[in-house]
């Protein structure tokens, strides 16, 4: 008999243990040192450092002035990072358009910039007006950073951080397509929209 209590007690503190959040937060800045472009070494950032980990909340401020907290949103979250000097930033712009049409009421899209407001709000003009668009109060050394109400962002843009809604990080996605000579606007939105839609579609499931 107290060999079977100890083998229960025992059992609970490694499910109890095993079930510990993982902030986010708390990690980010000693597990991301440096923005790699290597695909082994992203890998192994989302599936250390970004992935199954939660998030804190979040108090942003629109460029509306509006004000969003993470921990009142009950639906999923895309959370999308950007910049207006990065060419596939705007080439995503279409497919996630497109995205927010789609999911609309069932995900909510919250956009941070690296830039300040003014910059953004050139970007603003062509984005669906249900993504919450935040852009920067300060400015981070490292120009693939963003710091914004404390969520701290480190891996260029795009980027999109897939998140339940019970705040944990579901999966993270970095990268879209541009217009090029070789690749027009028709290609590249089929492409990014086909990339985005899988990305988001788990969240759902």
Not at 42 to 71: A, H, M, P, Q, R
Request: charged residues 30%; aromatic residues 10%.
């Amino acid at each position: 008999m107290n060999k079977l209590l100890l083998f229960l007690t025992l059992l609970l503190a490694t499910q109890s243990f095993s079930q510990k959040r993982i902030y986010y937060k708390d990690i980010i800045n000693e597990c991301i040192t440096a923005s790699g472009n290597e695909a082994a070494i992203l890998d192994d950032i989302v599936y250390n450092c970004i992935k199954d980990k939660y998030i804190s909340n979040y108090d942003f401020t629109s460029i509306k002035g509006e004000k969003i907290s993470t921990s009142n949103i009950k639906t999923p979250i895309v959370l999308l990072t950007a910049a207006t000097w990065c060419a596939p930033c705007w080439g995503e712009i279409p497919a996630l358009n497109k995205m927010v049409e789609k999911y609309d009421g069932k995900v909510k899209f919250i956009m941070l910039f690296w830039d300040f407001e003014k910059g953004v709000k050139r970007m603003e003009k062509k984005l669906d007006k249900r993504i919450f668009i935040v852009a920067s109060t300060e400015r981070e050394e490292n120009k693939s950073s963003i710091n914004i109400a404390g969520f701290i962002h480190k891996l260029d843009y795009p980027s999109a951080y897939l998140i339940t809604k019970k705040k944990r990080i579901l999966d993270f996605k970095r990268g879209a397509l541009s217009p090029t000579k070789k690749m027009g606007w028709d290609e590249v939105n089929k492409i990014n929209e086909e990339e985005l839609d899988e990305f988001i579609k788990p969240i759902l499931q």
